[in-house]
């Protein structure tokens, strides 16, 4: 009898922990617009199905999925970074998985679901305005080195421009963990919120720019990227600030 009961009192904790797992991942976001309220909705992946949405754009050969309702980034195959390598293109030889989302848009709020794993080092969440623009504009990096960080992305068309970080802050970052992420971008403000990690906010001109595109890059020798519940929005001023 008592191997009996204990093997169904193991049974139940195992069946609770997977309840709990699955409550978990389905979880609702913990994450508000603060300095902006949602407009019209540009852009929704659920990754409800397993062919990859037309605006998701894999970057440097890298490898992108839908399993089990999420979408996984993984590094380009090795004979892929060899020649990216041997043509001197090492920053862009993919290594690290790198995508975008074609989604153009003006002022606007990015919300998703992210989990770096086996060994990525950094998410960066940013937008570009395009080739024929400045190129980069500014990104949230979430690194596991323990900070996240609003920088300002260099301009293309500048030379000896620099890129630079306009706000830092002290956050534990765990692998293999989800974490909601919202960027609001009104006007030249970059407002970034992660689950359970101070709010960072910075300004500058090029924030403002058109974007035609978000860049979603990560850093790391390998690893892998996960995301879900993916929304864009117009973002428009908040009442109180008309």
């Known amino acids: 009898m008592p191997r009996i009961t204990s093997f169904f009192l193991h049974l139940t904790l195992s069946l609770l922990m997977t309840q709990r797992g699955a409550l978990a991942s389905n979880a609702s976001p913990d994450l508000e617009p603060i ?42 195959s090795q004979e892929f970074q060899k020649k990216r390598i041997s043509e001197g293109n090492k920053a862009h030889s993919g290594r690290s998985p790198a995508g975008r989302l074609l989604v153009p848009t003006q002022d606007c709020i990015l919300l998703l679901r992210f989990k770096m794993s086996d060994g990525l080092t950094e998410a960066h969440f940013g937008f570009d305005d395009g080739k024929m623009g400045t190129q980069h504009l500014g990104r949230l990096i979430a690194s596991a080195r323990s900070f996240i960080a609003i920088q300002r992305d260099k301009n293309a068309k500048v030379k000896d421009d620099q890129n630079r970080i306009l706000a830092k802050s002290h956050f534990d ?70």
């Open 35 to 76: 300095s902006s309220q949602k407009g019209k909705l540009l852009f929704k992946d659920d990754f409800d199905e397993t062919t990859i949405k037309s605006e998701w754009y894999a970057k440097h050969g890298t490898n992108w999925k839908v399993v089990n309702g999420v979408l996984t980034g993984r590094p380009a």
């Open 173 to 242: 970052l765990k692998p293999e963990r989800w974490y909601w992420m919202m960027l609001e971008v009104i006007g030249g403000q970059m407002t970034a919120q992660l689950s359970g990690a101070p709010v960072l906010k910075a300004t500058d001109t090029r924030f403002a720019l058109p974007k035609s595109h978000i860049n979603l890059p990560a850093r790391g020798a390998g690893g892998t990227i996960t995301y879900d519940h993916v929304r864009v929005w117009e973002a428009k001023p908040k009442e109180s600030n008309r």
